[in-house]
T-cell receptor, first 116, second 115 residues
Framework: SAVISQKPSRDICQRGTSLTIQCQVDSQVTMMFWYRQQPGQSLTLIATANQGSEATYESGFVIDKFPISRPNLTFSTLTVSNMSPEDSSIYLC?????????????FGSGTRLTVV | AQKITQTQPGMFVQEKEAVTLDCTYDTSDPSYGLFWYKQPSSGEMIFLIYQGSYDQQNATEGRYSLNFQKARKSANLVISASQLGDSAMYFCAMRELSGNTPLVFGKGTRLSVIA
């Protein structure tokens, strides 16, 4: 399965600022998925990022708040814009490589964001 | 639409005992995959086990086994010989296999192993 390097692992940010999270994959993948995990909650899909096209956002998430870039088949970024304390969460990227047990789903190590 | 239900917010188990974490699911797609992930306090998501909807046998991976009852739409995780390091959040997830679709997660179960 793929290996994902996610940065930063954690950050403490001031409200009103933005943070960009990066995910680098060691192999080419078609789809990358971005999730949010609010404190004590499960993972909620933010958007699906397909190389060469705009990301597809889930209900409740908008591009202005969570812009995503996918410049090539191994890299993606998620920006959390104009942050408020409610954005304090773990953000995770994930890929499905379509092979092996579990169809090769892999997650980045997560970005633990605290907004003060 | 897919849905995953985990009804146990928290579970306790004695070290070296077995424990079952419940998961039920709902989907209209006949082709799907079921997953279990472990999330320790560090926040990383660790893949444990996978069961495909057409797999004839229940999946096993070391101390983990998946009790797959298709008619009941349940996919319970069984951890045998619990260890202190098993204390973590456990998430059941699924995806429909038609297309490159994301995983949908249940709310999770927090497992605490007691010495």
């Amino acid at each position: 399965s793929a290996v994902i390097s996610q940065k930063p692992s954690r950050d403490i940010c001031q409200r009103g600022t933005s943070l960009t999270i990066q995910c680098q994959v060691d192999s080419q993948v078609t789809m990358m998925f971005w999730y949010r995990q609010q404190p004590g909650q499960s993972l909620t899909l933010i958007a699906t990022a397909n190389q060469g096209s705009e990301a597809t956002y889930e209900s409740g998430f908008v591009i202005d708040k969570f812009p995503i870039s996918r410049p090539n088949l191994t890299f993606s970024t998620l920006t959390v814009s104009n942050m408020s304390p409610e954005d304090s969460s773990i953000y995770l990227c994930s890929v499905g490589t379509g092979g092996g047990g579990g169809y090769g789903y892999t997650f980045g190590s997560g970005t633990r964001l605290t907004v003060v | 639409a897919q849905k995953i239900t985990q009804t146990q917010p928290g579970m306790f188990v004695q070290e070296k005992e077995a424990v079952t974490l419940d998961c039920t699911y709902d989907t209209s797609d006949p082709s799907y995959g079921l997953f279990w992930y472990k999330q320790p306090s560090s926040g990383e998501m660790i893949f444990l086990i996978y069961q495909g909807s057409y797999d004839q046998q229940n999946a096993t991976e070391g101390r983990y086994s998946l009790n797959f009852q298709k008619a009941r739409k349940s996919a319970n995780l069984v951890i045998s010989a619990s260890q202190l390091g098993d204390s973590a959040m456990y998430f059941c997830a699924m995806r429909e296999l038609s297309g490159n679709t994301p995983l949908v997660f249940g709310k999770g179960t927090r497992l605490s192993v007691i010495a």
